[in-house]
């Protein structure tokens, strides 16, 4: 059975840091892509970043230069760091994979593509 296990989440001043954890359980697939969506109150869940085992990293606009998304393979854990957070960072930020294929541009930002998803942790940016 797969399993997720996100963690990092929590409360921060707009201008820190955080980084984000999501540990896989029960993951066997050969490729894959795993995303961070993030669902802010009374939004749609949106896609943050994404990233697959052919080593390709996505970001949806305006996000990649403050947000990193990477995948640590001994750990079977994404991470997603996040710098200079803003108050309209404020989410909770799930993470998503899909089995059996690669990220691609455009698809990654389709929620329904994947299968797997965590339980969310809260990102509260205060100003």
């Known amino acids: 059975q797969v399993q997720f296990a996100e963690s990092g989440g929590g409360s921060v001043q707009a201008g820190g840091y955080l980084r984000l954890s999501c540990e896989a359980s029960g993951w066997r697939y050969s490729h894959y892509c795993m995303a961070w969506y993030r669902q802010a109150p009374g939004n749609q869940r949106e896609a943050v970043a994404a990233?697959?085992?052919?080593?390709?990293?996505y970001y949806a606009d305006g996000l990649q230069g403050r947000f990193t998304i990477s995948l640590d393979y001994d750990k079977n854990t994404l991470y997603l760091e996040m710098l200079n957070v803003q108050v309209s960072d404020t989410a909770v930020y799930y993470c998503?994979?899909?089995?059996?294929?690669?990220?691609?541009?455009?698809?990654?930002?389709?929620?329904?593509?994947?299968?797997?998803w965590g339980q969310g942790t809260q990102v509260t940016v205060s100003s």
């Open positions: 990233f697959d085992n052919d080593n390709d990293a």
């Open positions: 998503a994979a899909v089995e059996d294929t690669w990220c691609y541009p455009g698809e990654f930002q389709q929620a329904a593509r994947f299968t797997y």
